[in-house]
């Protein structure tokens, strides 16, 4: 068997916060204890306003299932991600959530995310186009392509647009810059700092005017297609706009305002790309450590395609891959950190929690609790097969949340996931750069911060 994933190494000593926040990586995967893995609760005081971890099942359950509204998402939330998103279903609460729950569910249903199938293969055809290029020659990022791919899934599945379009790319380059300055924001958020302090004030600026540029360029891709469907001559396409343009409040029969569709696109964007291309790097990245298992995985594809051919069915037949993909979430979980906020005073275990104190699920805690795994930080896709799981699997393991905020993408992204990872594998092996090693950073997504440098071999030669 090969090497343990890597994970940042657990803090020995007390460390102050502050420091580590404002060390270059920023990252909260870097303020963790080897204890942090065992706790069932922890506490962290920060300027003005506590912070609580929350692992024990029962207390995950009460936060994000039977008590959702004494836990509503934290208001930092809407207040660092508002100036691209609006006011949309991420970070909304109460009844504006449910209302726009309920519009854009249609648009998720399992019939829909089947129908946008041949738009995901549109745009991971033109991914291996793309990777065939990089066959047999040097290191390359491939975090990078995973990034455009899902991006370019996403243009295509919800407006009709692949990320060759001038305004997609356009789009796509202003996510970029506005996802690495909202670190910055996050943390004068949470430390409380004065907003003329200078630091991250010149990332703020470019953050606010990238938000700007997304918003103004979805809206123009958006804006003749609200009016055709206004006037009743909605055009041919058939992909999530076109489901949410359609959509009707069930109690009063209204519709999304042009200005909630940009705020949901703009959401759906960014929940909808940054995660996947996360997972499917730190899946790549887990197969190259384990060459065996890629082999294995890459003739289970060639098994079910050569008899069904490849079809949303034929992807569900592929067990390992979907095992595979389970690990990387569960190891390298996208969304590292679920946070809420007290919507009153409480208690929980021997902790009163006052009003306003943050309260954070975090699957990258969970996902390697020494309670609920064996081996915690091992790969091994083989442990979801029946019987193996230590506890039951729902209580620990939520990559995609849990409870009614659970994520609406769901079976958008293990569709993509699958066809993603099973074009690849069914070409190319992956070999990590001689001597790389990747560094998990905790963001808006857990992500490497020195990309994913491998090598690309052609299969079966
Ligand atoms: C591997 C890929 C993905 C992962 C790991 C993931 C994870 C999550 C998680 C954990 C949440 C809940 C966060 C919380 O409770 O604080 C969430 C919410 C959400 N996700 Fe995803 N997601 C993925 C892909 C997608 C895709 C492809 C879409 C849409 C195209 C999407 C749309 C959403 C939306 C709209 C919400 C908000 C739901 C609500 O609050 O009602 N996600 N996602």
Request: net charge positive.
């Amino acid at each position: 068997m090969s090497a343990c994933p890597v994970f940042p190494p657990p803090l020995k000593g007390k460390a102050s916060l502050f420091s580590l926040f404002f060390k270059k990586k920023r990252s909260l995967l870097d303020a963790l204890y080897a204890r942090s893995y065992s706790m069932k609760m922890g506490e962290v005081s920060l300027p003005g306003i506590d912070l609580y971890m929350v692992n024990q099942p029962d207390l995950v359950r009460r936060v994000m299932v039977n008590e959702v509204n004494a836990f509503p998402k934290h208001r930092m939330l809407g207040e660092i991600l508002g100036p691209l998103l609006g006011e949309s279903i991420f970070t909304t609460n109460g009844h504006q959530w449910r209302r726009q729950r309920d519009l854009l569910d249609p648009s998720f249903t399992m019939v829909r995310v089947q129908h946008v199938f041949a738009l995901m293969q549109a745009a991971v055809s033109e991914m291996m186009a793309r990777l065939e290029k990089e066959v047999d020659k040097g290191p390359f990022d491939i975090d990078h392509e995973m990034t455009f791919v899902t991006a370019d899934v996403i243009f295509r599945t919800i407006l009709s647009v692949s990320l060759d379009d001038k305004e997609a790319r356009k789009i796509f380059d202003a996510f970029v810059l506005f996802q690495k300055e909202s670190p910055a924001a996050a943390l004068k958020r949470v430390f409380r700092l004065p907003r003329w302090l200078p630091y991250g004030r010149r990332g703020e600026k470019l953050r606010l005017q990238a938000g700007q540029e997304i918003r103004d360029a979805l809206a123009k891709l958006i804006l003749p297609r609200y009016e055709a469907a206004q006037n009743g001559t909605p055009g041919p396409e058939e992909d999530i706009l076109s489901t949410i343009l359609q959509a009707k409040d069930p109690d009063t029969g209204a519709c999304f305002t042009f200005e909630e569709i940009v705020d949901q696109i703009a959401m759906l964007f960014l929940a909808g790309h940054e995660t996947s291309a996360s997972a499917l790097t730190w899946s790549l990245y887990l197969l190259s450590l384990y060459p065996d298992i890629q082999d294995q995985a890459a003739q289970e594809v060639v098994r079910v395609t050569e008899t069904e051919g490849w079809s949303v069915s034929s992807l569900k037949g592929m067990a390992l891959v979907r095992d595979i993909f389970r690990e990387a979430l569960r190891l390298y979980p996208p969304v590292g950190f679920f946070t809420r906020e007290c919507a009153n005073d409480t208690e929980m275990r021997d902790k009163k929690m006052k009003k306003g104190s943050i309260v954070v699920v975090a699957p990258w805690l969970i996902h390697r609790h020494k309670d609920f795994w064996d081996n915690p930080h091992g790969f091994d896709p083989f442990r979801y097969e029946k019987g193996k799981m230590k506890v039951p699997m729902a209580s620990a393991f939520m990559p995609f949340g849990m409870g009614q905020r659970v994520c609406i993408g769901t079976a958008f992204a293990m569709q993509e996931a699958a066809l993603v990872l099973a074009s690849f594998l069914k070409a190319y092996k992956v070999e990590l750069a001689p001597g790389f090693v990747p560094e998990p950073v905790g963001r808006i997504t857990v992500r490497s911060d020195n990309g994913m440098r491998v090598i690309l071999k052609r299969r079966g030669v």
